[in-house]
């Protein structure tokens, strides 16, 4: 691959990054702003559009609500995962509370609900307040069960009575 796409979460605008660059603090070519900021980006849900379906890096997605204690709690926990995870995957919030028209569509029924997407498909959802650690085992075992093929990761989930993960 010469390079990985990503939806700057700003401006929307698609960039390419050389893969060996992602961890060097990338930018918006039209913007300035930080393509790996290593920290969770709030964003409106046409910018979540593009980057989900389009994004060559794993995006992880945590729907909340400002009236949510649990979602508020968590928030510092996925700003350490965010950190943690810098140049390797992108974290984005989605205010339910603003944007319930979002959330009904993707059927969230509850906040916080993480999901996941690889290759413009959702690979996993969680719901449930979780720790950084907790939040970072369930990334792991998603992408790993996805291994380079973010279809057969999609269609790995989607068979419900399938649960055997080389763990
Ligand atoms: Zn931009």
């Given amino acids: ?20 660059r992602l961890g060097q603090g990338p930018k918006c070519g039209i913007c300035g702003a930080g393509l790996m900021p290593g920290r969770a980006v709030d964003v409106d849900p046409g910018v979540l559009g593009r980057a989900a379906r389009g994004d060559e890096v794993p995006l992880v997605v945590d729907f909340w609500a400002p009236w949510c204690g649990p979602c508020r709690r968590m928030a510092p926990e996925y700003n350490r995962v965010a950190a943690d995870l810098r140049g390797r995957v992108r974290f ?67 068979g419900a009575s399938d649960r055997s993960r080389s763990a």
């Fill in 1 to 20: 691959m010469i390079g990985a796409k990503l939806v700057c979460l700003e401006c929307g605008q698609t960039n390419r990054v050389p893969c060996d």
């Fill in 92 to 158: 984005v919030k989605l205010d339910t509370e603003a944007h319930p028209e979002v959330a009904s569509r993707q059927g969230i029924r509850g906040v916080p609900t993480l999901m996941l997407y690889r290759g413009g498909q959702a690979i996993a959802r969680q719901s449930g307040m979780m720790p950084a650690a907790g939040i970072r085992a369930w990334i792991d075992r998603a992408l790993e069960a996805g291994a380079g093929d973010g279809a057969a990761a999609a269609a790995t989930l989607r």
